[in-house]
């Protein structure tokens, strides 16, 4: 996938970082590590707590090496360059926000990641056409999946929508399906041909991770 999204003015990234209230955060290993990236402070998005990544990439360790990792609902990015740092072969991205989607891109050109597709759309509807290119490229995927917490308005049936997308996921295709969702949510044990591996617990947060049956 060829898509690639950049933004190439430095002026551009310090007015971004002003007006959108943008907070630092840093990779936290591997060929970027300590490199810095914006995560915008605004209540359409949330970064994954460091704690969290952090223990997401020790699960994952040097398995990331030559496969893709698919973040949906992206936000800035934060996992899947970090993903990238660690030895992925690309990385796609898809943000719906339009604001946050700039700084997605901002993020790419600050790391000079050549391997980083960033989608502008709903995750719900771009979803399939992201899976048909994955499923098309014959290499085993990790798929992340960060909905917005279901305590938001308009968020109700987040969590039903989602688990309808993973179970499009087909045993062949995915490597792992990690969803980072509210620890209050019981996930199911079976997912179409996934079946619940682990639950961390971080707080508020909890991540799942799936495998194939």
């Known amino acids: 996938m060829k898509k690639r999204t950049y933004s190439n003015s430095k002026e551009g990234h310090r007015k971004k970082k002003e007006s959108m209230k943008c907070f630092e955060s840093t990779i936290i290993s591997g060929k970027l590590k300590g490199k810095k990236i914006l995560i915008p402070n605004i209540n359409t998005t949330r970064s994954s707590k460091a704690i969290l990544r ?24 934060s996992v899947g360059l970090e993903a ?24 790419i050109r600050i790391l000079e990641v050549t391997e980083a597709t960033a989608i502008q759309g709903d995750s719900f509807e771009e979803f399939s056409k992201i899976y048909e290119y994955i499923k098309n490229s014959g290499i085993k995927t990790y798929f ?15 969590y039903e929508k989602t688990i309808n997308l993973i179970e499009m996921i087909e045993a062949g295709v995915c490597e ?26 971080f707080g508020k947060s909890s991540l799942s991770y799936y495998v194939p049956i």
């Open 176 to 201: 792992m399906v990690i969803m980072e969702h509210m620890t209050s949510i019981e996930m199911p044990q079976i997912i179409g041909t996934l079946a619940l591996q682990k639950k961390k617990k």
């Open 144 to 158: 992340y999946f960060d909905p917005p917490f279901s305590t938001r308005e308009g968020m109700d049936d987040v």
């Open 54 to 77: 952090e223990s997401l990439f020790n699960t994952l360790q040097f398995e990331l090496i030559d496969k893709i990792f698919v973040e949906v609902f992206a936000g800035s990015g």
């Open 84 to 107: 990238l740092s660690r030895g992925a072969k690309e990385a796609v991205f898809i943000e719906k926000n339009n604001k946050v989607f700039e700084i997605l891109k901002e993020n």
